[in-house]
């Protein structure tokens, strides 16, 4: 089995990329379900008081949320502590009871006043009860006079959107475009940003450009182009850019977006020419590099990164830290990414410290990174946590150390369980050592949790296929896969195998054609040549091999392929 992965770090810088990331404004929060806060903060607690406490705690690990919002809101009532409220507004949420709601905010404000999250929830629950004009006024009243200008209409169309009911959504955007006057053009914006949070992708990206024609203006071009690209219609995004820029509109944020576009569709040389339009800051200079490292202009792309580490007095040291040593591993320049990630602070830090910990495990200083990650882990939260577990794991592993990995990534399933990453990490581990109960038990724990995960259903199945005699399991464990994601290289490459261990190997010869077309891979190569010769195809089977003898030398899974059928 094969699953493609990369180590190559993210290349776009945020300018660069709002294109992709303008149309997907993030919802605040959902109140479909609640979410765990933990146990909340203790205030000078009583024997009684913190009794209550645990009860109410238990009710809700128990998932008896109805016993649990009742014994918060009893909570709430007997303590000056607010995220007793928080527990009581999030489970009547989840609860669709609004009533409850109401009173637990009520309670929440009384104690934390400038709480905007239970302005969010009171909002919501006014809306779920097709209440459009309270919404508005609550959200005027409460919430408007805490948010920062830009952040205003985000917020309502964020919150608009949760209200349940396309209908009711619509209406409490037009009554705060009423109450909130603004230039023509701009309710259109709006509403075309709502219209997609509600899933109506046609009829946003018509008022998208309705609004761009009146406005024409960045914010405008910005949203059209980032959602035309979504829907796959890359020139309709690239005209609203290049219009916007030859009515000298565009910032260098919009010219850096356009040429991302342009790289996307194949025209890298044309976004060169229109970066060169623009100052070399160091955001132009690292985009500029990564495109001529694209292109496989590599001496340029070299020149490009020196320019970029020797800018001095950079507005934002941190960002030119960053960018600088990206770019440097970009090119294969380890040393230099690694001293660059070294130097980068503030909120990037975290994400630095683990591209360099994964730098220097590639320069054979596999101390030192784990020295990295382990410093890491005392500041991460939960996401990094689980990459920093996962970075070490494969630095054990490539480093002959399997056995040490496997303990690392059960020691990291202690302290979060819940990671799916590290079960899959383990199970294929596991695989590797021939430790095939604990690899079977691992994807089959992912897939209980999403039965619609077609990675380990392919693992498992594959697993099954290449490591017992469990075959006619291993098809539909496949056949399931592949049923969720039929283009995928490598559950193509599982279903060809699986059927050749069937006997079958003229049905599986198909599918193992197509995986290797799509991504020739040393292991799903080597699974085609091994089926075509023994169909006594060798004429085929060796021009696959002398296609990528070269490129796979070193390769064991197919040298050994080679070795075990006897061919020179």
């Not at 261990?501 to 077309?517: I, S």
């Amino acid at each position: 089995m094969h699953e493609p992965e990369s180590d190559k770090p993210t290349i776009l810088l945020a300018s660069a990329s709002q294109i992709k990331l303008i149309a997907a404004t993030a919802v605040l929060f959902l109140v479909a379900c609640a979410t765990s806060s933990g146990i909340p903060e203790r205030v000078n607690p009583d024997p009684e008081t913190e009794q209550l406490r645990q009860r109410a705690q238990q009710a809700y690990e128990l998932r008896d949320l109805p016993a649990a919002v009742e014994l918060y809101q009893q909570l709430m009532d007997q303590t000056e502590d607010p995220a007793a409220a928080r527990q009581a507004t999030e489970i009547a949420a989840a609860l669709d009871d609004w009533e409850g709601v109401d009173r637990a905010v009520a309670r929440w404000l009384e104690l934390e006043p400038e709480a905007r999250t239970a302005h969010q929830f009171q909002i919501i629950a006014e809306l779920r009860r097709g209440r459009a004009e309270s919404a508005v006024a609550r959200f005027r009243s409460g919430l408007l006079p805490k948010l920062d200008a830009e952040a205003v209409w985000p917020t309502a169309v964020a919150l608009f959107a949760a209200a349940g009911a396309p209908q009711v959504a619509e209406q409490a955007l037009e009554e705060l475009l009423r109450a909130e006057p603004a230039a023509p053009g701009f309710g259109l914006l709006q509403q075309s940003r709502l219209a997609w949070q509600l899933g109506q992708r046609a009829r946003a990206l018509d008022l998208a450009q309705a609004a761009f024609d009146e406005l024409s203006d960045p914010p405008s071009a910005l949203w059209l182009a980032g959602i035309a690209d979504q829907l796959d219609q890359p020139e309709r995004a690239l005209a609203a850019l290049r219009t916007l820029r030859e009515l000298g509109r565009a910032d260098s944020g919009m010219v850096m977006a356009e040429s991302e576009l342009l790289r996307e569709q194949g025209r890298s040389e044309e976004a060169l020419t229109l970066l060169e339009t623009l100052p070399p800051d160091m955001e132009v200079l690292y985009i500029t590099g990564a495109l001529l490292e694209d292109l496989g202009r590599m001496s340029a792309a070299g020149a490009v990164w020196q320019r970029l580490a020797s800018l001095s007095n950079a507005d934002d040291p941190d960002l030119h830290a960053w960018l600088t040593g990206v770019l440097a591993e970009v090119l294969q320049l380890d040393r230099e990414a690694a001293s660059w990630y070294a130097r980068v602070g503030g909120a990037a830090a975290p994400q630095a410290q683990l591209r360099q910990a994964v730098v220097l495990a590639r320069l054979g200083r596999s101390a030192e990174a784990q020295a990295v990650l382990a410093a890491l882990r005392d500041q991460a939260g939960d996401d990094l946590l689980e990459r920093s577990w996962l970075a070490e794991g494969q630095i054990l592993s490539d480093t002959g150390e399997a056995e040490q990995a496997l303990a690392l990534y059960s020691n990291a399933l202690a302290e979060l369980p819940e990671s799916m990453d590290l079960l899959y990490a383990r199970a294929m581990l596991a695989v590797v050592l021939e430790q095939l109960e604990l690899a079977e038990q691992d994807l089959r724990t992912i897939i209980q949790r999403d039965p619609e995960n077609a990675v380990a259903l392919n693992a498992l199945g594959y697993t099954l296929s290449d490591r017992t005699d469990r075959q006619r399991e291993a098809l539909r464990l496949i056949e399931r896969a592949l049923a969720l994601d039929p283009e995928n290289p490598a559950i193509q490459d599982s279903m060809g195998w699986v059927l050749f261990r069937l006997g079958r190997p003229e049905a599986a010869v198909d599918w193992l054609n197509k995986a290797a077309v799509a991504e020739p891979h040393p292991e799903i190569v080597a699974h085609l040549v091994e089926v075509l010769w023994q169909l006594e195809r060798s004429a085929e089977a060796i021009d696959w091999i002398e296609r990528h003898r070269g490129s796979f030398a070193g390769e064991s899974v197919f040298e050994d392929t080679l070795r075990r059928l006897e061919i020179e």
